[in-house]
T-cell receptor
Framework: SAVISQKPSRDICQRGTSLTIQCQVDSQVTMMFWYRQQPGQSLTLIAT?????????ESGFVIDKFPISRPNLTFSTLTVSNMSPEDSSIYLC??????????FGQGTRLTVV | GQQLNQSPQSMFIQEGEDVSMNCTSS?????WLWYKQDPGEGPVLLIA?????ELTSNGRLTAQFGITRKDSFLNISASIPSDVGIYFC?????????FGTGTSLTVIP
């Protein structure tokens, strides 16, 4: 199974600022996903990170708010822009390579004050 | 996106008891997955199911792929305190994953 390193593990940020979350995988993977998980809730897909092209966003999520990069098959970043307290959540990176099922990073717990 | 219905939403059980939870969908899936999430961690894959009617075990955990392909079940036998956490089912269709609403399990020593 792939080993996923997600950074930072947690952060407390001021409203109006931006935070970039990194996801590094120890092997090349076909697909990388970004999820948001509100406290006590299930996982909500933000977008699929596409290598070398713009991410595919789910309904309710836009590129200006959640810009995503995926420069290669092992790395992706998610930026939460112009943060407000409503953005406080856990953000999760997930990978899938068609050989094994989806694996997750340890998550980034974001608190916006 | 589609969300799968899981029940029960939460469970409080005595250590040593068996646990059962299920997941239902309005759509058919060819792959059913069960994950466990510990506090402060990402979900960890427990069991993957690929065939209708399939019964697969992982230690004290047993999961079944429903015959209709619209549901799945997870059983935990002889629960222990470290079983505490949130259990999520997921259905995969191609490269799309759909997650359940989660079952929170508390084990009382």
């Amino acid at each position: 199974s792939a080993v996923i390193s997600q950074k930072p593990s947690r952060d407390i940020c001021q409203r109006g600022t931006s935070l970039t979350i990194q996801c590094q995988v120890d092997s090349q993977v076909t697909m990388m996903f970004w999820y948001r998980q509100q406290p006590g809730q299930s996982l909500t897909l933000i977008a699929t990170a596409n290598q070398g092209s713009e991410a595919t966003y789910e309904s309710g999520f836009v590129i200006d708010k959640f810009p995503i990069s995926r420069p290669n098959l092992t790395f992706s970043t998610l930026t939460v822009s112009n943060m407000s307290p409503e953005d406080s959540s856990i953000y999760l990176c997930s990978v899938w390579d068609r050989v094994t099922e989806a694996f997750f990073g340890q998550g980034t717990r974001l608190t916006v004050v | 996106g589609q969300q799968l219905n899981q029940s029960p939403q939460s469970m409080f059980i005595q250590e040593g008891e068996d646990v059962s939870m299920n997941c239902t969908s309005s759509s058919i899936f060819n792959t059913w997955l069960w994950y466990k999430q510990d506090p402060g961690e990402g979900p960890v894959l427990l069991i993957a199911l690929y065939k209708a009617g399939e019964l697969t075990s992982n230690g004290r955990l047993t999961a079944q792929f429903g015959i209709t392909r619209k549901d799945s079940f997870l059983n935990i036998s002889a629960s222990i305190p470290s079983d505490v956490g949130i259990y999520f089912c997921a259905g995969r269709s191609g490269n799309q994953f759909y997650f359940g609403t989660g079952t929170s399990l508390t084990v009382i020593p």
